[in-house]
């Protein structure tokens, strides 16, 4: 039988004695509805849901901390015997963090214990901003790196690649090659109070400065050599018959 209780104030049930009673209160119904606002005051809330519908906009995570930003706070994910899935905002790293746990989220404040895990992204990000995958940076500009270690250069692939880090080795001072090398690129030399320098494209070397002569110095007692002729370090004129044989060897 339907039955409707109004009251004109409060209306309070109480179960066994004291104050604040000391049984419990069952609704046994298909539905129980509250008209207007509903709280609860106690430590812990348990909704045994399969499917629940939140109307509010935002949600608020540990309301109760009045601290600057020294608890951890998320959302736990239940994985039955496997460790809970965890997705929080660690205070300590001033990040949010995303992984595995063995942590108990009714007794702690702080997460001691996680494995990262990896997010699923857009294959090719739309803004500045986005996350990108994996095979979204190793496609960027045709290039991949590979295998790196310690300073050597490694592979990478693409339509101008570094090939093999057999060949290529940089120790933080000297980069050695291995094999035949081809260099086009202006060489800079620092000078008393100006920065001047040489050009070396295929089989030319033009020095850069404006009307300047192109000089070749051998090291100590050596000689500079072109075509098997002799230049002496000691700053004499070559011979007539040495620059005509120059000459002749030069074309």
Request: net charge negative; proline share 1%.
């Amino acid at each position: 039988m339907a039955k409707t209780l109004r009251t004109s104030g409060d209306y309070t049930i109480k179960t066994g004695t004291g104050a604040s009673g000391s049984n419990s209160v069952f609704f046994d119904s298909k539905t129980t509805r509250v008209l207007g606002d509903f709280v609860v005051d106690g430590e812990r809330t348990e909704l045994n849901t399969s499917v629940m519908t939140i109307e509010d906009k935002f949600i608020v995570v540990n309301k109760n901390n009045s601290t600057a930003d020294t608890e951890d706070s998320g959302i736990f994910f239940n994985r039955g015997t496997a460790n809970h899935g965890l997705f929080y905002w660690d205070a300590g790293d001033n990040e949010f963090q995303l992984g595995t746990s063995t942590n108990d989220p009714t007794s702690i404040t702080t997460i001691d214990n996680i494995t990262l895990a990896n997010i699923k992204v857009a294959t090719t990000p739309s803004h500045n901003n986005h996350a990108a995958s994996k095979s979204y940076v190793d496609g960027v500009g045709g290039t991949g790196l590979t295998g790196s270690t310690n300073n050597t250069i490694t592979t990478v692939t693409g339509a101008n690649a570094i090939q093999g880090e057999a060949n290529l080795l940089f120790d933080g001072t000297t980069l050695a090659v291995t094999g035949a090398a081809t260099v086009s690129t202006t060489l800079g030399v620092t000078g008393a109070s100006t920065l001047d320098g040489v050009t070396v494209t295929d089989n030319t070397i033009s020095s850069n400065a404006s009307n300047a002569d192109l000089e070749i110095s051998a090291n100590g007692s050596g000689n500079v050599k072109i075509n098997s002729i002799d230049f002496l370090t000691s700053g004499e004129m070559i011979s007539k018959s040495k620059a005509t044989a120059l000459a002749i060897a030069l074309g």
